[in-house]
């Protein structure tokens, strides 16, 4: 049998997906299903005064209208997961539905259920709700500011957390040779997966159970926060999340809306549907990013690094979402060095609430800021002491033989040649010709850029008890049951959840390599709680690190188990069976031997086992990482920007990412494609826009710009290979490195190409209007 | 209130579908809700995203921009009558082969799409793929797979017309 570890085969779910027979949430039709539709604050900040829903209730076909009033003692606000140990937190939970007031716009106020969605979408409109709008605050800065509206009475200075994290002396930076301060803002992003969020909820009242499925990363977690939430014992309340289409971090968080359908068909005792639409993504699904960053690097002239801090000034929105506190801090902060030997660092978050939709984790979580702080100012160090950017991150990078490395922060990177990485990228672009060129393209007045970032990031968070010191509420470990049915043919059960991973064939790869049985023979079974024991979920790139460690650790027990039931039969000891590709020989007498499908059945018929074997073929794993992973890469962008329009053509991207031991080539080429696809797209096009008085004006497809296909050029994608000594795979993890690497390459690029103008930083997103008013700022003060 | 509804006929992927429908029902939940044709996807409520494109009358819709009242005698086909399991048709092979699709929620309306492209250009370039993806939005793949499998596509629909040509020829010959 051929390898299967590193095999860029197709995928096994690809068939359904494009015959039109997956099962999304919205798929679900289930007999008497009624619809939910959520009336939804027009104000970002305001009193609730009256609300009346006589005509609502009066349409025919409204069954049901449910107001912040009817839930008290009903359905609790939802918590957060994460109180940031350290922190100062004041958490801030979000109603089920608002009773008294209302903190963004978008907020749900009640909710209408009805026979149809048509009905139900007329019935909101009947709705009158009477507010007495307050003033409402947008920014972070403007929120801490003296005498800011306040989003929480007892919230002074709408400071949620506060929290900080090493130490650097003020001479570091009063005494070196030469120190870069920027202010950098990362924009405000919306995750915007094409399938929004949804729920449908089922409740049988002979059982007293309430089923829920829903959009859902992680089941296990929406399971032991709705059940508190709803008050129903873990046991009689059952999530499952079907096909789910993209997730990106947004549908990590637990909200209410999926809580109050929940409650909204037990109470009816009919089943109810909601389904998002897009513009209520827009306004009520988490948004990310959104901190204002300001970055102080000090260092020597020759080039080296000498001690870091920064203070990140994040906006949380107006309550803490589920990991809204610990993307800024935690997420953020173990990760400002990063990927370079810098002795001494230091941090401080200050975590604001505004008038804003909650903000929360989206495809990388803290370490795409953490990135692009880094980069940047190690690219205006670079210009600073006059040395190539490039020649600057040789100096400082972490040299191969410093592995595992203990940085300023208090973290152990796992392993890494980063040298060897930049080198292989370098290679692919041609650096020096490029330089060459710049130099003769400008001469034609034609702006060429060149941005590199070495970015490296944290993922596959572990073990368990780090997450508890740090305050995450739960466990970060996953489970695996590898059960051999009489025929052979396998059942993978995982607590990871996927939405677009491929992870049925990734994990079956395992499975098929470890037992030497076909990849057709192995189903993958996730996103259940009632068939899954438990799980944490996919989130942070874990899903292979940790999700499919437990696997390829449960196959081998498998594996162990079936060796004894073998050697038994062969007459054999155990030490002397050996197996390879699906079958157990006796050493030295090949001929002597079972396949595993053999010993499958023997194992489940139990005729004949040795003494004190139990029946049956099956391994199990909860796997704890004992630390997290640490993928890195060297993006390389380069651009071209249009003196007169500002518009920046992208002419090549160059991605080598090292996430370890990579499974599927194919699928890890994909997810890298994907995440550059929207790191790009934070860096050039994406970017929620607020009015001053809290209003989403980019609240559609048509005002948020989702970047198309046309705006991209073919992104060289290649790996390089250090495995993780963390994890019997040795993976690291994918699917965040392309949203991390990229933004501050492109910038970079960008940046690189402006040179000439003078101007040394722009915010994300370079629009080209951004581009054209400072090249024309340039100009008339030149 | 008195629902108005209206009577409609409809061939959906080869087999006519009556139903009575009030004026307003999109043709996308038409298909969905009515017809429990849950392959076809919405993805936004203002034409953007692509999701729900599906052919009619042999072109390329947004079945979320047409009322399932305007769809009245005309031929639609869904994701679910491209083909199926045991016979793809050429598209899903090569978004299949090519990994084209990672969460699969935009697929079907990419793939509809995409089959109106290659009706009108049977060789696109990769410009003209991506110039032809203006109109839908996928957020996983980076859309750099999406054009491999729309080339292999190309070539599988090509290569199946040349087969039916020469064996034509060869008919002819006898
Ligand atoms: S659902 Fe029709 S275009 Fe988005
Ligand atoms: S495959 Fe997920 S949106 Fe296209």
Partial sequence: ?782 | MVTVTKHISVTVNGALRQAEVEPRLLLAHFLRDVLDLTGTHIGCDTSQCGACTVMVNGEAVKSCTMLAVQADGAAVTTVEGLGQMDAMHPIQQGFWEKHGLQCGFCTPGVMMAMVGLLKENPDPSEEEIRDGLEGVICRCTGYQFIVSAVQHAAKLIREAEETKQAMANAGEGR
């Fill in chain 1, 1 to 782: 049998m051929a390898k299967m570890i590193g095999a860029p085969l197709k995928r096994k779910e690809d068939p359904k997906l494009i015959t039109g027979n997956g099962r999304f949430t919205d798929d679900i039709k289930l007999p008497g299903m009624l619809y939910g539709a959520f009336v939804r604050s027009p104000h970002a900040h305001a009193r609730i005064k009256a609300i009346d829903a006589d005509g609502a209730l009066a349409l025919p076909g409204v069954v049901a209208v449910y107001t912040g009033q009817d839930l008290i003692g009903k359905v609790k606000a939802v918590p957060t997961m994460w109180y940031v140990t350290g922190a100062n937190l004041k958490a801030k939970d979000r109603s089920a539905l608002a009773v008294d007031k209302v903190r963004y716009a978008g907020e749900c106020v009640a909710l209408v259920v009805a026979e149809n969605r048509y009905i139900a979408r007329d019935a909101v409109d009947l709705i009158e709700v009477e507010y007495e709008e307050l003033s409402a605050v947008v920014h972070q800065e403007a929120a801490l500011a003296e005498g800011a509206p306040l989003v929480h009475d007892d919230v002074e200075n709408n400071l949620a957390l506060l929290w900080k994290a090493g130490e650097v002396p003020d001479e570091e930076f009063t005494e070196a040779e030469v120190v870069v301060k920027q202010r950098l803002y990362n924009q405000r992003v919306i995750p915007n997966p094409i399938e929004t969020r949804g729920a449908v909820a089922q409740y049988n009242p002979g059982s007293d159970e309430l089923t829920i499925w829903c959009t859902s990363q992680n089941p296990h977690i929406h399971r032991m926060v709705y059940a508190d939430v709803l008050g129903i014992p873990e046991t009689r309340l059952r999530v499952v999340s079907p096909d789910v289409g993209g997730g990106f971090g947004s549908k990590i968080a637990t909200y209410n809306e999926e809580a109050v359908i929940g409650h909204a068909a037990r109470d009816l005792k009919r089943p109810v549907k909601w389904i998002e639409e897009r513009k209520e993504h827009f306004m009520a699904t988490t948004h990310a990013r959104d901190e204002v960053i300001e970055v102080e690097l000090a260092g020597k002239r020759d080039g080296t690094f000498t001690a870091i801090r920064v203070k990140n000034t994040a906006n949380l929105g107006a309550y803490l979402s589920t990991f809204g506190g610990g993307c800024p801090t935690i997420d953020f902060g173990l990760m400002v060095t990063g990927a370079y030997t810098i002795p001494k660092a230091a941090v401080v978050t200050y975590g604001v609430y505004t008038n804003t939709t909650p903000t929360d984790a989206y495809r990388g979580a803290g370490k795409p800021e953490a990135a692009y702080q880094i980069e940047r100012i190690v690219d205006l160090f670079a210009q600073e002491i006059g040395m190539d950017p490039v020649e600057v991150r040789r100096k400082n990078l972490i040299p191969h033989e410093a592995f595992p490395y203990s940085t300023a922060m208090g973290v152990a990177y796992d392993s890494g040649n980063y040298q060897d990485t930049l080198g292989q990228a370098l290679e692919i672009v041609d650096y020096e010709g490029l330089r060459k060129q710049q130099e003769r393209l400008r001469q034609e007045g034609k702006w060429l850029g060149i941005g590199v970032s070495t970015y490296v990031e944290l993922c596959g968070f572990g073990p368990s008890k780090v997450a508890g010191a740090i305050g995450f509420m739960g466990g970060v470990w996953e489970n695996s049951t590898v059960r051999v049915h009489p025929s052979g043919k396998v059942s993978v059960f995982t607590g990871t959840s996927p939405h677009g991973q491929g992870t049925a064939t990734t994990f079956a790869q395992v499975v098929a390599e470890k037992l030497g049985i076909p990849i057709d023979d192995i189903e993958l079974i996730s996103g259940d709680t009632r068939s899954v024991s438990m799980g944490w979920g996919t989130y942070g790139s874990r899903n292979t690190a940790v999700g499919g460690a437990a696997v390829a650790i449960a196959a081998d027990r498998v594996v162990a188990k079936a060796k004894t039931i073998a050697a038994h039969e062969l007459e054999a000891s155990a030490t002397d069976v050996e197996f390879s590709e699906g079958v157990f020989r006796v050493i030295g007498a090949p001929e002597r031997s079972r396949t595993f499908q053999e010993i499958a059945k023997s194992a489940n018929f139990a005729w004949n086992l040795p003494d004190g074997v139990e029946p049956a073929l099956e391994g199990q794993s909860f796997f704890d990482p004992p630390n997290f992973v640490y993928p890195f890469g060297a993006h390389i962008c380069v651009v071209e920007v249009d003196g007169q329009t500002g518009e920046i053509e992208l002419k090549r991207y160059v991605a080598v990412d090292d996430v370890g031991r990579v499974i599927n080539p194919l699928l890890a080429e994909g997810q890298v494609h994907g995440g550059v696809a929207q790191g790009i797209g934070q860096a050039l096009w994406e970017g929620a826009v607020y009015s001053d008085n809290g209003q989403l004006l980019s609240g559609t497809f048509m005002d948020y710009a989702m970047p198309k296909a046309r705006f991209f050029p073919t992104i060289e994608s290649r790996f390089t290979e250090n495995p993780s000594p963390v994890n019997p795979l040795g993976a690291k993890g994918v699917g965040e490195t392309g949203t991390t690497g990229a933004p501050p390459a492109v910038v970079n690029a960008v940046m690189d190409a402006l040179r000439p103008f003078g101007i040394k930083d722009l915010d994300m997103p370079l629009t080209p209007e951004k581009v054209w008013r400072a090249m024309q700022s340039r100009r008339e003060n030149a």
